[in-house]
T-cell receptor, first 114, second 115 residues
């Protein structure tokens, strides 16, 4: 079964600074990878997804992520963080073939300071 | 398009009481999910429906939790009797298909507090 690890529980960045959130997955074949964002009191919103092809994927709100098979990683990046990006970010992994559920990481809470 | 609707938004009950949550998915979405999100953790899948059939309920505590999606649209999740460890946010999500490559659309959740 697939699994996903988000090593950083909490990250603080200054507004305007760059951001990278780490995600490592475990799966034998090419996984389906997702990043979701959750603002307080709300459900999760899809930022971007990777299935195949170009390993650098662009998402909404200026986010991008890069799939690195050799490192089993799918890190989320943003060149310049805005105060409104403060939220919790979840990496998730799914798998092809038959029924495979999506497994979510434990999340990284992002704090943005002025 | 209208998003996934959930009610109630908040619920406070005492342990051993029962509670029910309701979800209305995005129109046309065949797959519906119920997740439990405990504070500080990621969502954990409780049950997945494809139309009105159950695809996966392997992590549903069946001695106290039940869920149904009788007409393949709305769904209800019930807990009876509730335990302290059931305090969590219960999220409903839907997707067009059942493959794990399908982006899921989430409701705002129901926050359950057990006293």
């Amino acid at each position: 079964a697939q699994s996903v690890t988000q090593p950083d529980i909490h990250i603080t960045v200054s507004e305007g600074a760059s951001l990278e959130l780490r995600c490592n997955y475990s799966y034998g074949a090419t996984p389906y990878l997702f990043w979701y964002v959750q603002s307080p009191g709300q459900g999760l919103q899809l930022l971007l997804k990777y299935f195949s092809g170009d390993t650098l994927v662009q998402g909404i709100k200026g986010f991008e992520a890069e799939f690195k098979r050799s490192q089993s990683s799918f890190n989320l990046r943003k060149p310049s963080v805005h105060w409104s990006d403060a939220a919790e970010y979840f990496c998730a992994v799914g798998a092809a073939g038959g029924y495979q559920k999506v497994t979510f990481g434990t999340g990284t809470k992002l704090q943005v300071i002025p | 398009e209208a998003g996934v609707a959930q009610s109630p938004r908040y619920k406070i009950i005492e342990k051993r009481q029962s509670v029910a949550f309701w979800c209305n998915p995005i129109s046309g979405h065949a797959t519906l999910y119920w997740y439990q999100q405990i504070l500080g953790q990621g969502p954990k899948l409780l049950i997945q429906f494809q139309n009105n059939g159950v695809v996966d309920d392997s992590q549903l505590p069946k001695d106290r939790f039940s869920a149904e999606r009788l007409k393949g649209v709305d769904s209800t999740l019930k807990i009876q009797p509730a335990k302290l460890e059931d305090s969590a946010v219960y999220l409903c999500a839907s997707s067009q298909g059942q493959g794990s490559n399908q982006p899921q659309h989430f409701g705002d959740g129901t926050r359950l507090s057990i006293l």
